[in-house]
């Protein structure tokens, strides 16, 4: 994403394609509110880059990182907007890690973009469990990508990593009994057969889970054979 650099101004960049400033000159004001007959929505725009006052107060609206093994890391909640400062690239982006992290005993904040680029890892920040389901293993590099370089699991418990046919499982969110019942289905199956909950004390034991509460489910999915697999926690 292109950026424009303007001391103490906004410099704002069309959602769509590029901002030709000779362009946007030719062009008719936009309007300021939209009709109620118009038949266009207003155009979007975004902040690319703001710059005021130096570098010790940069606000930087970069595209979000992508994590293979956590695709909807904003969704589940354990990514935030939010104007904080990251401890470790001293930027504003826009976006933090919901969760404090503690770096020598010490309580920091850090960015999507430190987490994925492998920084939080040089500092030994470990954002999820490294133990794996029944015994099964995945391979060290995936291991590392999931532990150092994902964001952490929203767990009421620990926030260990789930692997099916040797690979780290690609998770899919928190569950409660609705999700259990309805489109995860399979990943229930799979954790009543995994905490081997009897036959008659299955469908309590799914109607009990709750996604915002207590107890609670968190479903997987397998990279290879895309089974749903899940594991459980109270608090």
Not at 30 to 42: D, E, G, I, M, N
Not at 165 to 177: D, F, H, K, P, Q
Not at 184 to 200: M, N, P, Q, Y
Not at 202 to 208: E, H, L, P, Q
Request: charge should be neutral.
């Amino acid at each position: 994403m292109g950026k424009f650099e303007l001391p103490g101004c906004l410099a704002l960049q069309p959602a769509v394609g590029k901002f030709d400033a000779r362009r946007a000159r030719r062009s008719p004001s936009l309007p300021t509110k939209q009709s109620s007959r118009s038949k266009h929505a207003p155009l979007e725009w975004r902040i690319a880059h703001v710059s005021i006052g130096g570098t010790n107060n940069i606000l930087v609206m970069d595209p979000l990182p992508k994590f293979p093994l956590f695709p909807n890391p904003v969704d589940e909640g354990v990514i935030e907007k939010s104007k904080v400062t990251c401890d470790f690239c001293n930027q504003s982006r826009g976006y933090m890690y919901s969760t404090n992290v503690y770096r020598d005993s010490t309580e920091s904040v850090i960015c999507p973009w430190c987490i994925a680029d492998g920084t939080g890892e040089k500092h030994r920040i470990q954002f999820n469990d490294s133990q794996v389901s029944a015994g099964e293993q995945y391979g060290t590099e995936e291991l590392g990508i999931a532990v150092w370089r994902t964001p952490g699991i929203s767990a009421l418990q620990a926030n260990y990593w789930l692997a099916c046919c040797g690979r780290a499982c690609i998770y899919r969110g928190a569950a409660g009994e609705s999700e259990l019942k309805g489109k995860w289905k399979e990943a229930a199956s799979f954790l009543v057969e995994d905490l081997a909950v009897s036959a008659e004390e299955s469908d309590s034991f799914i109607s009990d889970m709750s996604r915002d509460g207590s107890p609670r489910a968190y479903v997987f999915q397998c990279q290879n054979c895309k089974k749903l697999l899940a594991f459980s926690d109270c608090d």
